[in-house]
């Protein structure tokens, strides 16, 4: 896997929403959370103003949860999480990108570093 910020475009099952995102692949995470474990989700986090939503805006629900803090997206037609907006603890605005969703990734090309998000 190549390191450093690269352009990468992804989106949900149905195609309906679509993103591109300056993002670098090779810092992904895999956290335990509930919620990220049950989902299955491996994460990668970029500056919000490095993604850019193409499509499917009025398609798109949302999902808090403990903290409230982290607007978990989801497609309301297929029901796929493409990604999420948060805060990181410095206050930067941030993209979770659920790298599940990239177009023509090999996820086993991936080395995602464990997130205890359990202990959060």
């Given at each position: 896997?190549t390191?450093?910020m690269?352009?990468i475009?992804?989106?949900?099952?149905?195609?309906a929403?679509?993103?591109?995102?300056?993002?670098?692949l090779?810092?992904?995470v895999?956290?335990n959370?509930?919620?990220?474990a049950?989902?299955?989700?491996?994460?990668?986090?970029?500056?919000?103003?490095?993604f850019?939503?193409?499509?499917?805006?009025?398609?798109?629900?949302?999902?808090?949860?403990?903290?409230?803090?982290?607007?978990?997206?989801?497609?309301?037609?297929?029901?796929?999480?493409?990604?999420?907006?948060?805060?990181?603890?410095?206050?930067?605005q941030?993209?979770?990108?659920?790298?599940?969703?990239?177009?023509?990734?090999?996820?086993?090309?991936?080395?995602?570093?464990?997130?205890?998000?359990?202990?959060?």
């Amino acid at each position: 896997m190549t390191t450093g910020m690269k352009t990468i475009t992804g989106g949900c099952h149905c195609g309906a929403v679509r993103y591109e995102a300056e993002a670098d692949l090779s810092n992904a995470v895999e956290c335990n959370c509930s919620h990220c474990a049950k989902k299955g989700f491996i994460l990668t986090f970029t500056p919000a103003e490095k993604f850019r939503l193409i499509s499917g805006k009025e398609k798109l629900s949302e999902y808090r949860f403990n903290k409230q803090v982290i607007a978990h997206t989801f497609c309301s037609e297929c029901g796929v999480p493409p990604f999420a907006f948060g805060t990181q603890p410095d206050g930067q605005q941030m993209a979770a990108i659920n790298v599940r969703c990239v177009d023509d990734l090999d996820i086993a090309t991936l080395e995602p570093q464990k997130l205890d998000g359990k202990s959060f």
